[in-house]
């Protein structure tokens, strides 16, 4: 076979190549971009670990700051930041109304206040809810005491 009857036979035949079931490769990187990327893993971390008010006057508005820090690859998402078993109502979380996204690398600050009504200590628990697969609910206990509390000075002897 001549090479002239070579190169027809090798060109007649591609463009019967789709109906033998053959195609080229133009659309692999039209596929790629199809794909999503992978958002990551989110992974959370908190300071401080726990709340203590100490010394409080009973009636008087006390704050601090806890942080959430995503630490991981993806978003962290606070679904509740919120006081439980606060008997007394003395605990409150400002800045987590809704839903917080705290971007990848990122943080947020929520305000704790504690307000006393009376002289007696009080306990409690923040319960957090988020998308954080071994963190979905964790809490951070909480506690106030009034300034009265503290050493009465009696010895006990």
Known sequence: MTTALKLFAMF???PLLP???CEGDTNFS???QDVEPDPGVPALSYSP?????????????YSTTLTIESVGDGDVLI??????????????VY????T?????GGSEEFTITAILPDAVAAEAE?????????MLQFSIPISAYAADLGDTGDTGE
Do not use: H, W
Not at 49 to 61: H, N, Q, R
Not at 86 to 92: I, K, L, P, Q, R
Not at 100 to 104: G, K, M, S, T, Y
Not at 126 to 134: A, Y
């Open 95 to 98: 800045g987590a109304d809704d």
């Open 126 to 134: 923040l319960s957090i809810q988020s998308n954080v697969s071994d």
């Open 30 to 32: 039209k596929a790629n």
């Open 19 to 21: 109906l033998l079931g």
């Open 79 to 92: 679904y509740r930041l919120a006081p439980a078993d606060d008997t007394y109502a003395v605990f409150d």
């Open 12 to 14: 007649s035949l591609v």
């Open 100 to 104: 917080v996204e705290i971007l990848a």
């Open 49 to 61: 670990e726990s709340i203590v008010f100490p010394d409080l006057t009973v009636g008087a508005t």
